[in-house]
């Protein structure tokens, strides 16, 4: 079967959904990519700072966090709608469900606010966080030093790996990055996994698309020879297409994701370190680790260790 005829069987039941809304909706993944849960830096670009995983210290100050809200009454934050088991939309209601979603509603809910999510692509994160359009991004968005110095992050809260999607005849053939010199592979721009595969290895020809969907199609269409993310993405990008796999390979980088804020925010970001801290004391943080990442990557996982002692 050609890859444009896997294209059209595996989009046409997510058609009228993505026309909708104005993004690709990602179907469900099937298990196999693997996921690190041991907290460690970042292996994007590197800049020199104290520690990217290092947050401010929990506050539950509520009053003050409220203070930084855009709207007093509401926390506005920006999601991925097509990353299936992080924050998709499910076509059975048009809601937007996942892993990501489960610590907007938790922030939203301590703060005694209404949760307003905004389906964002991931090179809208900074730009909208720095405008003041969201309060917020819970969007598998990794912490690093370089963004530091643009927005605030939260205590890491998850760790994804990098790794690589190929097609089902280059799987068994698969052995690293220096398998890809030459080759095309697609990220979502303003990803940090474009110049990690680029600096790993030097000789990819890297292309860019506007979210992992948009490479899934680019690679059903022949235009790319590979797809390079983090591993809860690409889980989901191997079930849409049958021709597509995670071949077994060491991890690329070190993913850790936090919550993302406008750098002024330093209270919003201080009060969300404490929800975090009760969710992993009061097995939240386990519980919706269960219900949405364990199924399809089938590794048990621990809450990552919060790193504090940031100033500003």
Known sequence: ?????????ALTAVAALVTGCGYDATPLPEPGAGSSTAPAPSASPPVDCDDATRSYP???????????????DRLVVGVSGDTYK???????????KGFDIEFARAVAKALGVTLDLRVISAAQRIPMLESGEIDMVARNMTMNCARWDQVAFSAVYYN????????????ATYAGPASLAGKRVCAPTA??????????????????????????????NSEVDAITGDDTVLAGLAA????TAVPQQEKLTDE???LAFNKEDVALVQFANSVLDQMRADGRWKAIYDEWLKPTLRVDATPPTPQYGRSR
């Open 256 to 258: 850790p994701y936090g």
């Open 86 to 96: 992080m924050g998709f939309t499910d076509p059975t209601d048009a809601t937007l």
């Open 1 to 9: 079967m050609s890859r444009v005829r896997v294209l059209a069987v």
């Open 58 to 72: 929990p506050s539950d100050d509520r009053g003050a966090a409220l203070q930084r809200l855009t709207n007093r």
């Open 191 to 220: 990803t940090t996994s474009v110049a990690n595969i680029k600096q790993i290895e030097p000789d990819v020809i890297p292309v860019e698309a506007a979210n992992h969907t948009g490479c899934l199609i680019k690679f059903q």
């Open 240 to 243: 849409q297409d049958p021709y």
């Open 160 to 171: 994804a790996t990098q790794k690589v999607l190929v097609g089902t005849d280059d799987a």
